[in-house]
Every structure is written in structure tokens, then in C-alpha cells.
């Protein structure tokens, strides 16, 4: 192994570990296929890897898993919350938008599932598309069939997404009946609440991230896919509740993306919550800054004391 990839390997775990502090040390590591990945090609050669080129994240899954930590026993609340970092549908920031944010979330008596989807690859996928989507769905039946073992209350199940994350929350959020692959029994995929932060919506070229949206549907695609992967266009009576927060000074992921779901949800008289910042630009995750943008996490608690589900079992 070459010397840059050990230095990569062991900056992503000192991260690792001063992200992790008093995380719970029940965590544990569960395949979502179980081996069988839907719509797979084979590629031998095919490896993960921690890049800490720019960013620290995970690149080239093909076999995506779920990181469980429970809720501590005495904070339990039942409630829990699949999270999907963000990454540009190009890598997974696992540590700032998954481990720092599966402790918050325990902090507060939340059971938090970390999704390590898989990242739209033609080279091992038959469609792509629809790829993270099938991840997603998963998680969320493996959750709720699990529901009872891990001290959860089924109907208390969400999902979260950061940046190209979001994308994904927000598609299984509105897309959680499609059928993309054969599940195994009958239960449902559809989260009860979703936490959507700085995400990307749509897949329109105005306003869209223009890398979320190439690695996803491809360089040139047609209107029909452009129209099914914008999903403030897929809101229905059906869709979860949303919490939101955007940057307005955002310039990865225009803020118009979160302003067209929050619209979305209005019209089919959903309940949901926006806020909007002045500053932060994007990807700052539970980072403090001296800027209102750091508010986010109490704003957000409010909120999920508001639906109920921050009341103890």
C-alpha cells in the first residue's frame, strides 16, 4: 500500500475518533442486502476506499450498510432517524454529516442508523438512478422490522439527508411506494417524518447541483428523468412532515431548492418547517460559528419536540 493512502486511511480514523466521544459503544455494522444487491454488476476489482483528498468521505460502494447506534437506555425515546450524508452522490462525508450527527442524535434520545448508500456507478450498476433509492427504502424496512429489538417505535421512524444526502431523504420520502426492486415482505418504506439539511431537491439545470444531478442521471438526460428525480415535483398528500434549513448565501445548492419543496408541501397541506439563514454557505453540518446558521440544531429540536417525538417511553 502506498504511503499516501496509509496517511489517508489513518487521518480519516483520528477523525474518527474525536468525532465519536461518547458515542454508543453498541454500535454495530449490518450489510443492507445481506449480500444480494439488486440491479449489481460484478467488478472484481471493485474497492471502497476513505479519500481524504479535499474532504474526508467514502468512495466506490458497492455493497452499502447501515452504522446502528442506539439511543442510551435511559434517554430512549423511541424515535429513530435513518441519516444520509452528503457527497455530491460522489462520496459519503461520513464523519461531519454521519458520526458528529448519530451523536447529536443519541444525545437527544434518538436512535440514529447511518446509511453508507451506494454512490451511482455504471460500472456496477444496471441503473444507476435508481441505486441510492433502493439503499434508502431498505434502510428504512430494515429499521422498522427491527423496530421492537432495538427499542423502536415503528411509526416514530425517520429519515435525514445533508446536501446530495437530502436528494436521497427527499426521494424516499416522495418516491417511497415505487417499486425498484422486490422486497422481501410487506413492509413499509415510508418514513414518518423527514430532516432535510441544505439539500438538493431538483434535478432542473437552473438551480440544481449540477454534480449531484451528472452522477445521478447522467450528462444528458431526458426531460422524463429530469421531471421524476425533481422531487418538490413528487410531493403528494402521502409525504412525510419536513423539517428544512438552507443558507441563503448557499453556492453549492441554491436555496431555491429547499423554497420549491417547502412550496410543494404547502399545497398539499403538509406539515413543514423552513429556515432560512443568511449566511453559512454550505456543508457546515453541527460546526459552530459565531453566525445564526448554528442555530439549526435547537431550531430542530423544538421541532421534534413539537411532533412528539422527543417524549420518553
Same mark, same amino acid.
Given at each position: 500500500?502506498?504511503?499516501?493512502?496509509?496517511?489517508?486511511?489513518?487521518?480519516?480514523?483520528?477523525?474518527?475518533?474525536?468525532?465519536?466521544?461518547?458515542?454508543?459503544?453498541?454500535?454495530?455494522?449490518?450489510?443492507?442486502?445481506?449480500?444480494?444487491?439488486?440491479?449489481?454488476?460484478?467488478?472484481?476489482?471493485?474497492?471502497?476506499?476513505?479519500?481524504?483528498?479535499?474532504?474526508?468521505?467514502?468512495?466506490?460502494?458497492?455493497?452499502?450498510?447501515?452504522?446502528?447506534?442506539?439511543?442510551?437506555?435511559?434517554?430512549?425515546?423511541?424515535?429513530?432517524?435513518?441519516?444520509?450524508?452528503?457527497?455530491?452522490?460522489?462520496?459519503?462525508?461520513?464523519?461531519?454529516?454521519?458520526?458528529?450527527?448519530?451523536?447529536?442524535?443519541?444525545?437527544?434520545?434518538?436512535?440514529?442508523?447511518?446509511?453508507?448508500?451506494?454512490?451511482?456507478?455504471?460500472?456496477?450498476?444496471?441503473?444507476?438512478?435508481?441505486?441510492?433509492?433502493?439503499?434508502?427504502?431498505?434502510?428504512?424496512?430494515?429499521?422498522?422490522?427491527?423496530?421492537? +429489538?432495538?427499542? *423502536?417505535?415503528? $411509526?416514530?421512524?425517520?429519515? &435525514?439527508?445533508?446536501?446530495?444526502?437530502?436528494? =436521497?431523504?427527499? /426521494?424516499?420520502?416522495?418516491?417511497?411506494?415505487?417499486?425498484?426492486?422486490?422486497?422481501?415482505?410487506?413492509?413499509?418504506?415510508?418514513?414518518?417524518?423527514?430532516?432535510?439539511?441544505?439539500?438538493?431537491?431538483?434535478?432542473?439545470?437552473?438551480?440544481?447541483?449540477?454534480?449531484?444531478? +451528472?452522477?445521478? *442521471?447522467?450528462? $444528458?438526460?431526458?426531460?422524463? &428523468?429530469?421531471?421524476?428525480?425533481?422531487?418538490? =415535483?413528487?410531493? /403528494?398528500?402521502?409525504?412525510?412532515?419536513?423539517?428544512?434549513?438552507?443558507?441563503?448565501?448557499?453556492?453549492?445548492?441554491?436555496?431555491?431548492?429547499?423554497?420549491?419543496?417547502?412550496?410543494?408541501?404547502?399545497?398539499?397541506?403538509?406539515?413543514?418547517?423552513?429556515?432560512?439563514?443568511?449566511?453559512?454557505?454550505?456543508?457546515?453540518?453541527?460546526?459552530?460559528?459565531?453566525?445564526?446558521?448554528?442555530?439549526?440544531?435547537?431550531?430542530?429540536?423544538?421541532?421534534?419536540?413539537?411532533?412528539?417525538?422527543?417524549?420518553?417511553?
Amino acid at each position: 500500500m502506498r504511503n499516501s493512502s496509509l496517511k489517508q486511511i489513518a487521518l480519516a480514523f483520528i477523525c474518527i475518533i474525536m468525532a465519536t466521544g461518547n458515542i454508543s459503544a453498541q454500535s454495530k455494522t449490518i450489510e443492507v442486502w445481506n449480500g444480494k444487491v439488486p440491479g449489481s454488476i460484478q467488478k472484481p476489482n471493485y474497492q471502497q476506499i476513505v479519500d481524504s483528498a479535499y474532504w474526508i468521505k467514502i468512495r466506490f460502494i458497492a455493497n452499502p450498510t447501515i452504522q446502528v447506534y442506539p439511543a442510551p437506555a435511559d434517554k430512549n425515546t423511541g424515535t429513530a432517524v435513518v441519516v444520509c450524508p452528503g457527497g455530491g452522490y460522489y462520496g459519503i462525508s461520513f464523519v461531519g454529516e454521519g458520526i458528529e450527527i448519530a451523536k447529536w442524535l443519541n444525545d437527544l434520545g434518538i436512535s440514529a442508523i447511518v446509511l453508507h448508500y451506494r454512490l451511482p456507478d455504471d460500472a456496477i450498476m444496471k441503473n444507476k438512478s435508481i441505486a441510492p433509492l433502493q439503499d434508502g427504502q431498505e434502510a428504512i424496512r430494515i429499521v422498522r422490522r427491527n423496530a421492537k +429489538e432495538w427499542g *423502536i417505535d415503528p $411509526h416514530k421512524i425517520g429519515i &435525514m439527508g445533508f446536501s446530495a444526502g437530502g436528494h =436521497l431523504a427527499s /426521494t424516499v420520502s416522495t418516491h417511497f411506494d415505487e417499486k425498484v426492486y422486490n422486497p422481501i415482505d410487506s413492509t413499509s418504506a415510508r418514513p414518518d417524518f423527514s430532516l432535510l439539511i441544505y439539500p438538493v431537491i431538483s434535478m432542473d439545470s437552473t438551480i440544481t447541483h449540477a454534480g449531484s444531478r +451528472e452522477n445521478l *442521471i447522467g450528462k $444528458h438526460p431526458s426531460p422524463e &428523468m429530469v421531471k421524476h428525480f425533481s422531487n418538490a =415535483l413528487q410531493v /403528494t398528500c402521502k409525504t412525510p412532515p419536513a423539517f428544512m434549513i438552507h443558507s441563503m448565501d448557499d453556492g453549492t445548492v441554491p436555496v431555491e431548492n429547499s423554497i420549491e419543496y417547502a412550496l410543494a408541501m404547502k399545497k398539499h397541506n403538509i406539515p413543514c418547517e423552513l429556515h432560512i439563514y443568511q449566511s453559512g454557505g454550505h456543508g457546515y453540518g453541527l460546526r459552530r460559528s459565531k453566525n445564526t446558521e448554528s442555530t439549526w440544531p435547537e431550531a430542530c429540536r423544538k421541532w421534534l419536540t413539537n411532533k412528539g417525538l422527543l417524549t420518553n417511553n
